[in-house]
T-cell receptor
Framework: GAVVSQHPSWVICKSGTSVKIECRSL??????MFWYRQFPKQSLMLMAT?????????EQGVEKDKFLINHASLTLSTLTVTSAHPEDSSFYIC???????????FGNGTRLTVT | DAKTTQPPSMDCAEGRAANLPCNHS???????VYWYRQIHSQGPQYIIH???NNETNEMASLIITEDRKSSTLILPHATLRDTAVYYC?????????????FGQGTTLQVKP
């Protein structure tokens, strides 16, 4: 089945530093990838839609300069949390889709802790 | 906002069928119903999806009412490993750019 790999699975960083999270589709080409964030005991919240070769579309209330998304190839999208602060600590999850009307497949998430 | 409503929690006895309901009364004609589940601290796992016909795969069955305003996910023989949060989602848009907006889901507890 379709596999989406996310790296790293967890990261601890100091306040003010930037963190990059990678999302790869391993056995299919993904023209579209999605980035979600999940706080404890809450549901997933969509942050942005990432399209290969174009600028990402951000959901309302998500700062595009804070969460930089790059989708440079059909198998890789990256999310960079810039100048991270403790309130950015969360579980970040990516998903990818290949063909039209096929399911989105999710990575196993990245737990970010900002100290 | 999510276009679906689900009960917050349900219990099921191990070995019995788990029937998880979902209401999506504002669904549009070309919108699919998707089901995912999330086990603690993992990414959501795809279960099944459908448009208007009932669907079955190796994991579950999906029953969609004729008016498409509600659906039921059926896990035929629940095991302890099926304990998870189950999300019923109406996918916005019919192309491969259609996004999934998650609601609060149903926490299914399978008990021995």
């Amino acid at each position: 089945g379709a596999v989406v790999s996310q790296h790293p699975s967890w990261v601890i960083c100091k306040s003010g530093t930037s963190v990059k999270i990678e999302c790869r589709s391993l056995d299919f080409q993904a023209t579209t990838m999605f980035w979600y964030r999940q706080f404890p005991k809450q549901s997933l919240m969509l942050m942005a839609t990432s399209n290969e070769g174009s600028k990402a579309t951000y959901e309302q209330g998500v700062e595009k300069d804070k969460f930089l998304i790059n989708h440079a190839s059909l198998t890789l999208s990256t999310l960079t949390v810039t100048s991270a602060h403790p309130e950015d600590s969360s579980f970040y999850i990516c998903s990818a889709v290949g063909q039209a009307n096929s399911p989105l497949h999710f990575g196993n998430g990245t737990r970010l802790t900002v100290t | 906002d999510a276009k679906t409503t689900q009960p917050p929690s349900m219990d099921c006895a191990e070995g019995r069928a788990a029937n998880l309901p979902c209401n999506h009364s504002t669904i549009s004609g070309n919108e699919y119903v998707y089901w995912y589940r999330q086990i603690h601290s993992q990414g959501p796992q795809y279960i099944i999806h459908g448009l208007k016909n009932n669907e079955t795969n190796e994991m579950a069955s999906l029953i969609i009412t004729e008016d498409r305003k509600s659906s039921t996910l059926i896990l035929p023989h629940a095991t302890l490993r099926d304990t998870a949060v189950y999300y019923c989602i109406v996918r916005v848009g019919s192309s491969n750019t259609g996004k999934l907006i998650f609601g609060q889901g149903t926490t299914l507890q399978v008990k021995p």
